[in-house]
């Protein structure tokens, strides 16, 4: 049954192929907007910018999304079309990781679907929709993801946007009762929790061995990047980013809150050249510094430098805006 699959969406990746070149750069710019690095510019606009709470709920959103998705890779350990067959990759660097169900497809849906139900804009919707869509077909037209990566992946986004919806008033109720301290010790064990649920769907695959020909395929697709999807690297990032973002979130409601609308343009521009110079040196900068191995100091340093990114832009930041009067904060 699988193999059929993936046979037909190999063929599928080809056909979407065969209709141009043209469409590679375009395709590479839908799968850019389903990449970490993407969101770590556009969450930041929402938050500094427009709306603090706002993006402070999208980031928890893409952070959850992407917790849940890693752990179902690691579970399932689906190919990637690639790994089957070289010639079919068309993306710029190996993708990380198995391949159900695609984060491509999960992350977006779940994020894109939340701002839907705040804005309520029919023609925004459909934007939304139309967005989801190119996202999830360009990972076909790239050869990363199998069709069934996409519809599972799309499923999934969607349950995760339901249950969100669902428990946040109540999540949040519960959490305005509590101390910093308390929550701040929560989330943290929810972190370690998220990333030793990882650990043990890994320790779970035993003996379990990467079939050679999915190595040796991988490794003629992307000669320069080893294959090395048994890692806890993506459940560290978003365990720690989740933590620093709402250990980062306490601290701004306890010192009074944020206004993301106050000033003019002008000062809303600086706060993102500022909050954006500052989310750089943190991702950019720390990864320059720490070891990317995988062990656990990697890890332990992986947690801090993610951990610190997510306080930034919801903690740091904000703070520092205010402190020199480009926002103001106002009563949560």
Same mark, same amino acid.
Request: glycine share 10%.
């Given at each position: 049954?699988?193999?059929?699959?993936?046979?037909?969406?190999?063929?599928?990746?080809?056909?979407?192929?065969?209709?141009?070149?043209?469409?590679?750069?375009?395709?590479?710019?839908?799968?850019?907007?389903?990449?970490?690095?993407?969101?770590?510019?556009?969450?930041?606009?929402?938050?500094?910018?427009?709306?603090?709470?706002?993006?402070?709920?999208?980031?928890?959103?893409?952070?959850?999304?992407?917790?849940? &998705?890693?752990?179902?890779?690691?579970?399932?350990?689906?190919? $990637? #079309? =690639?790994? *089957?067959?070289?010639?079919?990759?068309? +993306?710029?660097?190996?993708?990380?990781?198995?391949?159900?169900?695609?984060?491509?497809?999960?992350?977006?849906?779940?994020?894109?679907?939340?701002?839907?139900?705040?804005?309520?804009?029919?023609w925004v919707t459909l934007v939304f929709i139309l967005l989801i869509f190119m996202i999830g077909l360009s990972r076909i037209y790239l050869g990363v993801h199998f069709y069934i990566d996409i519809l599972s992946g799309w499923l999934l986004g969607g349950l995760v946007l339901i249950g969100f919806?669902?428990?946040?008033?109540?999540?949040?109720?519960?959490?305005?009762?509590?101390?910093?301290?308390?929550?701040?010790?929560?989330?943290?064990?929810?972190?370690?929790?998220?990333?030793?649920?990882?650990?043990?769907?890994?320790?779970?695959?035993?003996?379990?061995?990467?079939?050679?020909?999915?190595?040796? &395929?991988?490794?003629?697709?992307?000669?320069?990047?080893?294959? $090395? #999807? =048994?890692? *806890?690297?993506?459940?560290?990032?978003? +365990?720690?980013?989740?933590?620093?973002?709402?250990?980062?979130?306490?601290?701004?409601?306890?010192?009074?809150?944020?206004?993301?609308?106050?000033?003019?343009?002008?000062?809303?521009?600086?706060?993102?050249?500022?909050?954006?110079?500052?989310?750089?040196?943190?991702?950019?900068?720390?990864?320059?510094?720490?070891?990317?191995?995988?062990?656990?100091?990697?890890?332990?340093?992986?947690?801090?430098?993610?951990?610190?990114?997510?306080?930034?832009?919801?903690?740091?930041?904000?703070?520092?805006?205010?402190?020199?009067?480009?926002?103001?904060?106002?009563?949560?």
């Amino acid at each position: 049954m699988l193999d059929t699959i993936f046979a037909q969406s190999i063929e599928l990746s080809y056909w979407l192929q065969s209709l141009g070149d043209w469409l590679t750069p375009a395709m590479k710019f839908f799968t850019f907007l389903g990449e970490i690095q993407f969101y770590f510019l556009v969450m930041p606009v929402i938050l500094w910018v427009i709306d603090y709470r706002l993006g402070f709920r999208v980031a928890v959103m893409l952070l959850l999304s992407g917790g849940i &998705n890693e752990l179902f890779k690691l579970g399932f350990r689906i190919p $990637r #079309p =690639f790994w *089957l067959d070289p010639d079919v990759a068309k +993306a710029s660097s190996l993708p990380e990781g198995f391949s159900l169900p695609s984060g491509h497809s999960q992350m977006p849906l779940s994020a894109y679907g939340l701002l839907a139900t705040v804005i309520k804009r029919g023609w925004v919707t459909l934007v939304f929709i139309l967005l989801i869509f190119m996202i999830g077909l360009s990972r076909i037209y790239l050869g990363v993801h199998f069709y069934i990566d996409i519809l599972s992946g799309w499923l999934l986004g969607g349950l995760v946007l339901i249950g969100f919806l669902v428990f946040e008033g109540r999540v949040k109720n519960w959490f305005a009762s509590k101390s910093f301290g308390a929550k701040t010790l929560v989330v943290f064990t929810y972190s370690i929790i998220m990333i030793l649920a990882a650990a043990v769907v890994i320790a779970g695959a035993g003996d379990y061995q990467i079939p050679h020909e999915w190595l040796v &395929n991988a490794h003629i697709a992307y000669p320069e990047e080893p294959l $090395r #999807p =048994f890692n *806890l690297n993506l459940s560290i990032t978003a +365990a720690a980013a989740m933590f620093g973002l709402a250990v980062g979130d306490f601290w701004v409601i306890e010192a009074g809150g944020y206004n993301a609308k106050f000033g003019g343009w002008w000062q809303k521009v600086l706060r993102f050249v500022i909050g954006l110079a500052g989310v750089l040196v943190l991702y950019k900068g720390l990864d320059q510094i720490f070891p990317g191995e995988e062990d656990m100091v990697s890890y332990v340093l992986r947690y801090v430098r993610y951990g610190l990114v997510g306080f930034w832009i919801s903690g740091i930041g904000p703070r520092l805006f205010i402190r020199i009067k480009l926002a103001e904060g106002e009563p949560e």
